[in-house]
């Protein structure tokens, strides 16, 4: 596989929009992955995530979150640098994600961020994804 980060967040999608309680992910997941994965828990946009062992192998789980009327919580998960067509930004030229209601992932020196952290210690970086 090519882009374990763009499989990761079609999982997620795909799961959201067939609305499973939780997606399987492959296994093993890097560094990476489990960074935004513990970002999408701190931004309350999963309930979680879980590393399973079957069989000797690693499975890993998101718990996927839904609103009281049974929506989606993700409504837009998109991958923006891949790995053909890196895309970077500077602190100063951030812009809100659909008028403040989602977030970027953004890779820093300090680790991953979300752009209101990254905006707030001055930091630019690689775009990972955004989240609505």
């Given at each position: ?65 839904y609103t009281e009327f049974q929506n989606p919580i993700i409504k837009k ?56």
């Amino acid at each position: 596989m090519k882009d374990i980060v763009s499989d990761m967040l079609t999982r997620i999608r795909n799961g959201q929009k067939a609305f499973l309680l939780e997606a399987d992910l492959f296994s093993p997941l890097p560094n990476l992955c489990i960074n935004i994965l513990v970002v999408l828990q701190q931004e309350g946009f999963i309930r979680g995530f879980k590393k399973v062992i079957i069989e000797d192998k690693e499975h890993f789980f998101v718990l996927l979150k839904y609103t009281e009327f049974q929506n989606p919580i993700i409504k837009k998960i998109k991958r923006v640098s891949k790995p053909g067509h890196r895309v970077f930004i500077k602190s100063k030229h951030f812009w809100k994600v659909f008028n403040g209601k989602g977030i970027f992932i953004i890779s820093t020196s300090q680790g991953l961020l979300t752009d209101l952290q990254a905006r707030r210690l001055n930091l630019g970086g690689e775009i990972i994804c955004y989240i609505e």
